[in-house]
């Protein structure tokens, strides 16, 4: 089992910058876990924003968010982090991180096995 627990969201204004932080407990890194970042606004359907493998080295992002979002993890803090720079108005959402194990980066919300609660985003005009 593993939890995840999302932080670093809040309010900012367009062209701001945002870093937001997962955190993992349980049975976690070690257990070789890709890890994605979705988006949700209420009433819409979940968004992929950005992926990550294991090891880091293989990074995917949605393309509303590519050139300006960044995606790394440490795996001794057990902790991804998304990086959003020039935040836009229509980035506001309820940012999510995802748990997939022994697996490689997808952008389908279904392969993954564990989820956070969510951080609010919310992106003033």
């Known amino acids: 089992q593993v939890q995840l627990v999302e932080s670093g969201g809040g309010l900012v204004q367009a062209g701001d910058s945002l870093r937001l932080s997962c955190a993992a407990s349980?049975?976690?890194?070690?257990?070789?876990?890709?890890m994605g970042w979705f988006r949700q606004v209420a009433g819409k359907e979940r968004e992929f924003v950005a992926a990550?493998?294991?090891?880091?080295?293989?990074?995917i992002y949605a393309d509303s968010v590519k050139g300006r979002f960044g995606v790394s993890r440490d795996n001794a803090k057990n902790t991804v982090y998304l990086h959003m720079n020039n935040l836009r108005p229509e980035d506001t959402a309820v940012y999510s991180c995802?748990?997939?194990?022994?697996?490689?980066?997808?952008?389908?919300?279904?392969?993954?096995?564990?989820w956070g609660r969510g951080t609010q985003v919310t992106v003033s005009a």
């Open positions: 990550i493998s294991w090891s880091g080295g293989n990074g």
């Open positions: 995802a748990a997939r194990r022994f697996s490689g980066v997808s952008t389908k919300g279904e392969d993954y096995d564990y």
């Open positions: 349980g049975r976690t890194f070690s257990n070789r876990y890709a």
